[in-house]
């Protein structure tokens, strides 16, 4: 049988993987990430790792179909460089060139880290069986991916679908991007633990001074949840805040693109229900017209593979 190779490039990991054609992870196989090496090292010990794997299978080059490559950043016309990303200094790299002088005969695929984690939930995830879908990312920053049609929307240039970076409040915080006000600078994990954080310096009978055990380290982004939880009303109101902010962002994707199915990753994900359920309700305010049926909200399925087994899965969904 035929299977795909899945390589992620992590500012933490090397990871490869074999990806059979239902993105079913069938091995992996990893290595911490160096920021000394360039690419010619990363990728060689890339090629290391996918070798390894194909001996440990049983499998041969020629039982390959397809490389996918998924790396932060995006991808330029020709999807062969990476351009616009800092980790591991990749800017510009050529990546797919690199991949091809050790494998000459088999297609390579490079793409956006995000995005390969939407073709994950799109081909055996939270998005299975649905032609239409959205993956949203809550991280450090905010990250994403489109599936329209069961292929992945990248737009003019592959310069679309970066989902952190639309604009939701022009009087808000600088982004990382340096506008203002972007998704992800009110609704990543990070600017939810800031808030959380400065809510329990200015308070000193805060209750999230409880739930992170006078740790302010310890806030995570569920930690204005738990204190909502305990009573505490600032805590209530950072958490009506975040959930009303994510609304807003998730009900602006759906009134332009109406998947049949939002999935939302990261830690923030921890809290289930507790979160979908507010969100979606919200959103039946900012929804354009209150006759539309919302898009479903469900929580990732792919955990912490996701990347990896989009990366594999490139192929399927990047072909016209
Ligand atoms: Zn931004």
Redesign the pocket.
């Known amino acids: 049988m035929k299977v795909n190779i899945g390589v992620e490039i992590g500012a933490k990991l090397i990871q490869a993987g074999i990806v059979d054609k239902y993105g079913r992870l069938i091995a992996r196989s990893k290595i911490q990430s160096n920021y000394e090496r360039g690419l010619k090292e990363i990728v060689a010990e890339a090629v290391k790792l996918i070798y390894d794997l194909l001996e440990d299978r049983d499998y041969e080059l020629r039982n390959i179909k397809s490389i996918g490559v998924a790396c932060p950043g995006v991808p330029d016309e020709e999807n062969s460089k990476i351009v616009k990303t800092y980790v591991l200094g990749l800017y510009n790299a050529p990546i797919k060139d690199e991949f091809k002088k050790h494998f000459p005969h088999t297609p390579i695929y490079v793409e956006n880290d995000a995005h390969c984690a939407a073709i994950a939930e799109s081909a055996a995830g939270a998005a299975e069986d649905l032609d239409y879908s959205l993956t949203i990312n809550v991280g450090t920053?905010i990250s994403g991916g489109v599936i329209i049609d069961n292929r992945l929307y990248t737009g003019m240039n592959n310069a679309g679908a970066v989902l952190?970076?639309m604009?939701i409040d022009k009087n808000g915080k600088q982004?990382?991007?340096?506008?203002i006000?972007?998704?992800?600078?009110v609704c990543s994990a990070r600017a939810l633990i800031e808030e959380t954080r400065a809510a329990a310096m200015n308070n000193p009978d805060s209750k999230i001074l409880e739930v992170c055990e006078n740790d302010l380290s310890k806030i995570t982004e569920t930690t204005a949840y738990e204190a909502m939880e305990l009573g505490d009303e600032e805590a209530k109101a950072i958490f009506d805040r975040y959930v009303e902010n994510m609304a807003i962002a998730l009900a602006n994707f759906a009134n332009i693109l109406m998947p049949e199915v939002i999935v939302i990753c990261g830690g923030i994900t921890n809290l289930g229900e507790d979160l979908l359920r507010p969100v979606r309700d919200k959103m039946e305010d900012w929804i354009y017209s209150r006759e539309t049926t919302l898009p479903m909200l469900k929580l990732s399925e792919m955990g912490s593979a996701s990347v990896l087994v989009g990366a594999g899965m490139l192929a399927e969904y990047k072909r016209k």
């Open positions: 920053g952190g970076h604009v982004c990382s991007c340096g506008r006000g972007c998704f992800e600078t």
